[in-house]
């Protein structure tokens, strides 16, 4: 994300990924934590209890409760899969900017997959996706409190690829995951776990003298560093506070590795949101060339360079023509749309294999003041011009009044949808997209889903060369017409798509609540492991060559 700057590690340390096993660094702290965690979890799911997982399930359902009153439902209240896909997505990339494999961005189109096919899912816990196809054939439907119980073992296998990755920060640092650490060592260790993440797939991490003199240049050059050992330091500080009770002034505060990995728990959930300061200067920088507020921008506006600027934006035509950020509308050349850019592909850290850290999406907050409000899947067409005329956004400090051109347009949305404005529909994305144009994506449709992902584009394919980009300048720069082109009346088209509406399926047995899944499931997922007597840590994804936040001179 960014384009501030060149890969960590590149040229003289060129960084090759990894595979380590936990007995490489002596202990085996992540896998018996999950197993307990996910005990504790199944019987949270049972009983209610009031323990930490129970208490994160609480957490998590009253998160999604809005939500879940604004989604269609069948006839006894409950969510269908493409409904349940929209929440848990929703869910992970709101609270953490997540973007998990299988659950990505796919498009305003009916044939998206359903939770079940969520990479992690398949490879840690084959029982939890086997169990839910069969609850699904059923068509009876998820409550929110199976969808809060699916959530939270989703949440800790994923935060379980990030225990793995602090074995990795302890061996870089010559410690084992059996040590007992203090204060400074274990700054070290998370400020090596921090710059792991924004490594991901080049970080190599079984080389301890490549890893400490990267770490060395890196703190040396400033830039985002100074940031990354704050957002760390913030950390073990309100760790220390909710543990004073509990340590011995007098003496030096040791942690073991599962304090450690509480403390990276913590990191890991709020890393997404930390991050968005970088997202949010990117879109100020490319707010700033837009003249005319419509959230575009010309193409050679994009790519040419400025000092005034600091970002640098190098994506291919290509790739933004597939993502949905180009406009293509305009005669002169086309127009880059803001709000699709920043929250594309390009601008994801994939951190594991299983999932990538992207920019948050400001339209779900704006969609979500919606569901807030009206509590059910549609409205009529007064109801949300009482509600936007009322709203701001980050870019909008005062509301705008709707015009006569945005009310008719959503008349016209209701008229084909029988006099209701359907809220997760694409013609009101697309009238977001207009009513919040630094904010919403214009609502793309996509092919097949996998030009959003973000592994899709990892090794640079979405960067232009410096040619291409310098040829697209000069051609425009060039041209006979020297004058600035017209604004134009904005896009519009009126191909609706209702993606989570679907026919129901004829059920085949007794619906069976997927908190009873998830119990199922969590119980053979910790059988497994015990078997097993361990986890691989993950193979870390990675953030393309002209996303890195630091540049390591070669």
């Known amino acids: 994300m960014g384009k501030i700057a060149v890969f960590l590690g590149c040229g003289a340390f060129a960084c090759g990924a990894a595979l380590v096993q936990p007995q490489n660094f002596r202990g085996s702290g992540s896998v018996l934590n999950l ?132 074995f990795a920060s302890y061996f870089l640092n010559g410690l084992s995951a059996s040590d007992q650490v203090v204060h400074s060592e274990l700054h070290e260790v998370l400020r090596s776990y921090l710059l792991l993440v924004e490594m991901g797939m080049r970080g190599n991490l079984t080389d301890i003298d490549l890893h400490q003199e990267i770490k060395r240049r890196v703190s040396a050059m400033g830039k985002g560093w100074p940031m990354l050992v704050e957002f760390e330091t913030d950390a073990v500080m309100s760790y220390d506070y909710e543990t004073k009770d509990k340590t011995n002034p007098f003496q030096e505060e040791e942690f073991s590795f599962e304090e450690a990995s509480n403390i990276v728990d913590s990191l890991a959930q709020s890393y997404g949101k930390w991050q968005q300061s970088e997202c949010s200067r990117m879109k100020d920088d490319l707010m700033a060339m837009d003249e005319d507020g419509s959230g575009r921008i010309p193409l050679s506006t994009f790519y040419v360079k400025s000092n005034k600027r600091e970002y640098q934006f190098t994506e291919s035509v290509e790739y933004l023509r597939q993502i949905g950020a180009i406009d293509d509308t305009w005669k002169r050349e086309p127009r880059v749309r803001i709000a699709n850019y920043v929250t594309g592909p390009s601008n994801c850290i994939a951190s594991s294999k299983f999932y990538s850290v992207c920019c948050l999406n400001e339209c779900d907050a704006v969609l979500n003041e919606f569901e807030a409000s009206i509590r059910a899947p549609a409205a009529t067409p007064e109801r949300i011009i009482a509600l936007v005329s009322n709203m701001t956004s980050s870019s909008m400090l005062v509301p705008r009044a709707v015009s006569a051109d945005m009310v008719g347009k959503l008349h016209g949305i209701a008229e084909r949808n029988d006099g209701e404005v359907p809220l997760h529909g694409r013609l009101f994305a697309q009238w977001l997209h207009l009513a919040f144009p630094h904010e919403c994506p214009w609502p793309y ?93 993950a193979n870390f994804g990675s953030r393309d060559i002209n996303k890195g936040r630091y540049v390591l001179p070669v």
Not at 469 to 476: D, I, T
């Open 35 to 166: 197993q307990s965690t996910l005990h504790e979890m199944l019987q949270a799911a049972h009983t209610g209890a009031n323990t930490a997982a129970g208490r994160s399930i609480a957490r998590i359902e009253s998160k999604i409760a809005v939500s879940f009153q604004a989604l269609p439902k069948n006839e006894i209240g409950r969510l269908a899969p493409l409904s349940v896909r929209y929440l848990v997505h929703n869910y992970f990339a709101k609270e953490h900017g997540w973007q998990i494999k299988g659950l990505e961005p796919q498009g305003m189109r009916m044939n998206v997959s359903d939770v079940h096919d969520v990479g992690i899912l398949q490879e840690r816990s084959p029982a939890m996706v086997e169990a839910m196809t069969e609850a699904y054939r059923s068509d009876r439907g998820l409550d929110v409190a199976d969808i809060a119980a699916m959530i939270a073992m989703l949440e800790r296998l994923v935060l379980d690829e990030a225990s793995s990755l602090l």
């Open 445 to 537: 449709i996509s092919e097949d889903g996998s030009e959003l992902s973000a592994h899709h584009w990892l090794g640079g394919k979405a960067i232009a060369t410096v040619e291409e980009r310098a040829n697209h300048v000069e051609q425009v720069v060039s041209s006979p017409s020297g004058e600035k082109e017209m604004s134009q009346a904005p896009e519009w088209s009126h191909e609706e798509v209702l993606p989570l509406l679907q026919a129901p399926r004829r059920s085949t047995l007794f619906g069976i609540p997927v908190r009873v899944l998830v119990q199922v499931a969590m119980f053979l997922v910790v059988f497994r492991m015990v078997l097993g007597g361990c986890c691989a840590a």
